[in-house]
């Protein structure tokens, strides 16, 4: 079998930010304009993000995966931004996302997420569907399984909650593919462990205990902006939940500068065998690629 190559990015941050209407700054908006004002322009930037996914098209994977964080201040004028930006990476079948705490930083706009629904619904869903978590996607050897962690939350807070109706659903969408032998890939923006207590996904532990009776092959997610491997229980070995840093940022404090990951997907026999291969910006020149590092051999039960 040909290896089906997956690719992951997340935490764009993509700018400029839209000029706000006086009303819009209000609450906790008025302080990420502050943040965007004072330093966080500098390090999101729109030719670093370009750059990456132009680098991307160049080893032309299967699949495109994006762990949320699209926008800054969920901006009215930012999702639409970021659907013209989505649809320059790829068509929605040929992209998954899943949103980020930024995507859905105040109450009053969470709706507009559905702008993005192209790219976050499930196979089999009707063209007039609400958007709906979880959601599964068939690609090539892969199932898909996207979640969203993306709720509204108080000014200086960055926590994700996914909450009893979707962790539910997952439970039972992951037992109904029971013998199914698809390499499977959740998708999720808050990393499952956070040592920082105001960016925690704050019912990772639920969440755990269904991938230790489910399996899951391989954990993708953004938010920390850093590289990061963590392993968790499944239900027969571990499984890595891998972190990327944010695709359009400049190195600043023990944050690195922008990168994504390649991931080749191959199954032999009765298991399947998962290489990550990152990609990023070193030294301030252009995308360079790291060494090759085998995450594990899965062995289908």
């Known amino acids: 079998m040909a290896a089906f190559t997956l690719a992951h990015l997340s935490d764009p941050h993509l700018g400029p930010l839209p ?15 502050q943040n965007w004002k004072r330093s966080r322009h500098a390090i999101h930037r729109r030719d670093v993000l370009d750059a990456l996914v132009a680098d991307i098209r160049t080893q032309a994977p299967d699949h495109i ?16 931004q970021a659907r013209t930006w989505l649809e320059s990476v790829g068509a929605p079948h040929d992209v998954t996302l899943v949103p980020g705490n930024h995507d859905a930083y105040v109450r009053a706009t969470q709706k507009q997420i559905s702008e993005w629904i192209g790219y976050m619904r499930g ?3 009707s063209a007039g569907a609400p958007l709906s978590f979880p959601f599964l996607r068939r ?9 969203s962690s993306a709720v509204p939350t108080a000014p200086f807070m960055a926590t994700g909650w996914l909450g009893h109706a979707q962790l539910d ?9 029971a013998g199914d032998p698809n390499f499977r890939v959740l998708l999720i923006h808050h990393p499952l462990s956070s040592k920082s207590s105001y960016k925690r996904l704050t019912d990772a532990e639920a969440l755990l205990t269904i991938l230790r009776r489910h399996r899951v092959d391989l954990i993708l997610h953004g938010h920390d902006h850093i590289h990061s491997t963590m392993w968790f229980d499944g239900p027969h070995g571990r499984v890595p939940a ?30 399947w065998r998962c290489e990550q291969r990152v990609r990023g910006f070193v030294d301030g020149a252009g995308v360079e690629s790291a060494e090759v590092r085998e995450l594990q051999r899965v062995q289908l039960i």
Request: aromatic share 8%.
């Open 19 to 33: 000029a706000p209407k006086l009303h819009q700054l209000a609450g906790k908006r008025a302080l990420g304009y």
């Open 65 to 80: 995966a994006i762990t949320g964080d699209l926008i800054n201040l969920a901006l009215p004028g930012e999702f639409t």
């Open 123 to 125: 196979d089999g869903a």
């Open 139 to 147: 690609r090539g050897p892969l199932t898909l399984i996207g979640v």
């Open 169 to 177: 659903a997952l439970d039972n969408a992951l037992s109904q593919l």
């Open 242 to 271: 891998i972190g990327v840093p944010s695709a359009s940022a400049m190195p600043y404090r023990h944050y690195p500068a922008a990168a994504y990951n390649l991931f080749s997907i191959t199954r032999g026999g009765d298991a």
